[in-house]
């Protein structure tokens, strides 16, 4: 992987609907608004498998639900 520049930057999601922007969406909404990428890097990649797949589970649900909208960065935090 090749590291992007500007990971000291405010955390952006990117507008994929997957598990992992799910995570960073309710990360910034609910622990760490300014939040910077690096800093989420590290939070991400200290969650357990089945907290990631969690987040895989519940973004597949929003989007075969076509429920995904700005409410879910309020959603569960696993």
Do not use: H, I
């Amino acid at each position: 992987k090749n590291a992007k520049s500007g990971t000291k930057g405010k955390m952006c999601p990117s507008p994929t609907k997957n598990g992992r922007n799910l995570c960073a969406l309710r990360w910034l909404k609910q622990t760490k608004s300014n939040g910077t990428t690096e800093e989420f890097n590290a939070y991400y990649s200290s969650l357990t498998s089945t907290q990631c797949t969690e987040y895989d589970n519940d973004a597949a649900n929003l989007v075969a639900t076509d429920t995904w909208s700005k409410s879910v960065c309020d959603g569960k935090r696993y």
